[in-house]
């Protein structure tokens, strides 16, 4: 047995330092035996319409690669652009004897029953590599499905962003219009190389009793640029992730952007850390959360470890129901002379003489309270979907229905 599978394996009853705790033995690994679908033939139009919810087209075109997986099986995988690799992660092991040794660098395989979980009963993933120089225009999509109702997923991602690359990603995370309850465990590992971009756009979009257990490490080297946008808006049982970004060379940069509603019965623990260990780094994490009824807790974490570097924290939350929760916990963490790092958090309601300004120029109470969420949601991302966005603008709107 590897060391990586012995650390697993006693970590495998190892609860989370945060979020509610699960028995992984409540779901089921027998997920369907779904083929590769070249066309797409396969999926009807309830699916596609639901799939266009989590900003997935299911065309290639306009599109850099697209990978899709239903449960454990790849149903489809294509490049579209020279310069970009993309290939399940299993393939990916066999074709690169290198990877192996990044694998579980970032994130610990002992971090908690999770990851030990995503190393003992593997489901796949996948491999995205932007090869150096190479910039591209056009989004990669990915998608994550689940395709059976109880399944668990553990899947283990790689991003691979080489010296002087621009890369975005957009990824759907969904279900199958007909399931109604899960278990997503994502563990991801992304490398940008010095100098490169990476930009990656996550949506979720699950059902209402689906638990999600994202576990994400960035290592970003010297020049190099992440920036990451969070989106749910749709009901989901609980979600616990807390990704961290290592700026590790100077000048690297990070911007972590979420933007998340709370639904009744939700329960979402979401955060972001940033460790900037290089001068001239600069960070940005900025949450916007809603609750309509749900339990929101917002975390974020700066640590600035040397001086001449600069990093701002900006948690702000609404509450639009009479037992909704939003729980920001914003911290900062200076290690030496010299760092400058500021934080906001403001958690409230939304103000009656802004409803109250609006009407008074002609729009009836709900357009004013939509008016004021869509501002305070505002979510401009380029290269999304025309559906995504139009998706995303009916949740805006749904939200600020009846207060």
Known sequence: MSEVKAKAK????????????????DFVREGGAWSYDPDYSRFTPEERGHL???????TDVEHAGTFLQADTAVVHCQANRPGVELMPLSRAREQYDWLQDLLWTLVPVDADKYTAYAELSPGNGY?????PGVKVPEPVEACLYLRTDRFAQPVHNVVIVEPGARLHIITGC??????RSGLHVGVSEFFVREGGHLTFTMVHNWAEEVHVRPRTAVHVEAGGTYISHYIMLRPVKTVQTY???TLAGEGAVASLNSVIIAHPGSEIDIGGRVLLKAPGTRAEVIARTLT???????RGHLVGEVPEVKAHLECRGLILAPKGIIY????????????????EAAVGRIAQEEVEYLMARGLDEDQAVSTIVRGFLSVQIEGLPPALVA???QAVQESGKGL
């Open 10 to 25: 006693e970590s495998l009853s190892k609860k989370a330092p945060l979020g509610p705790d699960l028995n992984l033995e």
């Open 52 to 58: 266009l919810k989590a900003g997935i087209e299911l």
């Open 127 to 131: 491999f995205i590599r932007a090869l």
């Open 174 to 179: 969904t279900t199958h219009p007909q399931v």
């Open 243 to 245: 990704p961290t970004v």
């Open 292 to 298: 309509t009824g749900g339990t929101c807790i917002s």
């Open 328 to 343: 920001a916990i914003p911290e900062l963490e200076g290690r030496a002379a010299g760092v400058d790092m500021s934080h």
């Open 391 to 393: 998706e995303l603008e």
